[in-house]
């Protein structure tokens, strides 16, 4: 693939994959991620099984509601409430459901959930650097809010100062950690944690250019007061490619275009089945039928070796 | 007292009158069609006349002349409506699995026990009978007839591929194809196409079969995951198109050669390096302009004239694109209407035989999305015109 980097797995199947859907782009600038968590530009071969009709991962669809139903959705906002309560009450999976029709609890691996609270991602990044704070001039804003255009040039350079010593101290756990966990992935080990970069954890490593990108959007983050700037992308999972695909979609991306060309990628609708969330982990006999034993397995026999292979 | 029971007349009366307009309107079809929504559709080679089977087991005959429908049985087979080519017959099956070719004037041409079908193809001359059933296996004939085409596994199937294996028969019965969900690529001498050993069979992709041996010719791969395909008229040409956006047409004389259609945005490349830029591995010397709407998501591909040109029906999407064979390009991007709904929205892929032509007359027959009712257009081979000239809500 373009990003250079050898293929670490031969063939990754992903069912209702918590991930945006433009997840496998390699433009990172494509990423809505406020901290660049929304793109993993080094994946290959992969089948995704998504699902419209999963709640988890978004709202559902409306098509298949009886007439009635939609009459009343459209009435009034009482029986909007008595539709849905109608709705859960009659539902497989009532969790899934209540989430769906509050668009999918996949925001809240946004920072976006419940979209209520206004404080964004200020709690969670003022726990992982207390240390450092302020990060901000808010504080001294909502003290004095008769004085929010003035801020005192001690407060500045003390929150210059402590950005100065983030970045350092987020660029040196790069650098330390960034040797060792190629060192772990050549020997087949667990890579070391990071800390301070820890929402990049999901990453096997954090290369010092990842690094600055990091600090760079955690900086224009607090500058929007910790308030994400952009809407989250629909979830894999839920949509499938579709899309990012569409090229007439202004989130046409021709290089997940060109994945799918050149069958690297792969989607399968199971909206059929796979209408629950929770039935990946307990999959119903139903499911492991129609969606394991069908879509994976059949494929996996299909195509010889090379499922897990590494 | 009196009073009262006069009011009570008065509202009886009013109450019956009504019963008794709903039923007239019912009756003339002035409420539109009281039905589920359309499973399988067929359309006579005249075009006049359009065969449906319904959701909830209603068989309709339609008249495209007189604008004229009307219910048959209120027990058909869901997958079991199709057209008999060169003749005013259509093919049906009750729930009670007998098979029924009947003229549109109701006179009885064939009948036969068989087991619930899947989809199913007769040739003009009744000889070539095929059916698949819920395992996508395939047989030819009925009765003592009855012979397995294909059975080597019950993976994928109706069930766990979410859609019907597609059947489509040229006109000289010559060639048949099948065409399910692709993942397999197998070649035909490794794999008989019957073998009950195996769970996953190998078959489930596109392949060309002799429409008189019963024997595959072919494995015309290349798509991936759900697929539709179909064969033109006079079994020269065989296209696809998939739920990934990939779309191929082959020509039955050479079937090893795949031809690659293009996209919307660009035809891709094959062969080149992996480290080009996204954009170099696609050329776009023959797209014309892109109107907002259409998808290359696929949901069903057609020949709506004759041999020559086909539409592909693109998923969650109200447009169809033209194009003519032995050319990778899209010709026309035709706006089918917004309103009401149409089958190619909400993923219907084990409803895509709701979508059904006529290529020798331009006639398209569509479903609607979450009604009975169907959208029908006129194809203008000259203009390159798509016109919406009946819609029955």
Known sequence: ?310 | MAITNAKKIRWAGTVLGAIALIGILLNSNLLGVWAGPVMSMGVSQSGRYIVSAHRDNKLILWDLQEKQWDKLSGEANLYSAYFVPDQNVFLWQDTDNTVTAQTVDGELRKQFQHFPTYGHVISSDFETYLSSDEYWNVFSGYGDTKRPVLKDGVVPSFIGAGKLLNLALDRNNTFFITAGFDDDRSKIADHSPLNNRQRFSKYGGVTLWDAETKQPVAKLRGNSSKTHATISPDGQWVVSADENGKSFAWNTSNPEKRMRNAGYSGLFIEGLPDDLPASEYYDKSGLIDLPKGPHRFTIAVAFIHNSEYYLRFGNNSHFAALFKTGSPWPVKYFDLGESPKLVTYGSNYARNTAIATSPESGILAMGHQSTGGISVYQFDPDELTLERVWVVK
């Open chain 1, 1 to 310: 693939m373009n990003s250079g980097k050898s293929n670490l797995v031969d063939h990754l199947f992903l069912r209702q994959p918590a991930v945006a859907d433009n997840a496998l782009t390699n433009e990172t600038s494509r990423d809505v991620h406020p901290l660049g968590l929304g793109v993993f530009p080094s994946a290959r071969k992969i089948v995704v099984l998504h699902s419209r009709g999963d709640g988890i991962l978004g709202a559902g669809e409306d098509e298949e509601s009886a007439w009635w139903q939609k009459a009343l959705l459209r009435s009034s906002p009482a029986a909007l409430i008595a539709t849905t309560a109608w709705n859960l009450a009659n539902s497989e999976d009532a969790k899934d459901d209540v989430l769906g029709y509050f668009r999918g609890a996949y925001d809240k691996k946004w920072w976006t959930f419940p979209s209520f609270l206004v404080n964004g991602f200020g709690p969670a990044i003022e726990e992982l650097y207390k240390d450092y704070l302020p990060l901000t001039f808010k504080a001294q804003m909502t003290t004095y809010p008769q004085l929010s255009s003035y801020v005192p040039e001690a407060l500045k350079r003390t929150v210059k100062a402590n950005w100065d010593r983030l970045e350092q101290d987020i660029l040196a756990e790069a650098d330390a950690l960034w040797q060792p966990c190629i060192d772990c992935l050549r020997n087949g080990e667990r890579p070391p944690e990071y800390t301070l970069l820890a929402p990049l954890n999901h990453r096997a490593s954090v290369s010092p250019q990842v690094a600055k990108d990091y600090v760079l959007r955690l900086k224009k983050l607090a500058v929007n007061d910790w308030v994400p700037e952009r809407s989250p992308r629909p979830a894999l999972g839920h949509v499938g490619f579709e899309e990012v695909t569409d090229n007439a979609s202004p989130d046409f991306d021709q290089f997940i275009s060109g994945l799918r060309d050149k069958n690297e990628i792969d989607q399968v609708n199971q909206s059929a089945w796979l209408f629950s969330h929770s039935g990946m982990r307990i999959p119903s006999e139903e499911v492991f039928n129609r969606s394991y034993d069908a879509a994976i397995m059949r494929r996996i026999v299909s195509e010889g070796g090379g499922f897990g292979h590494y």
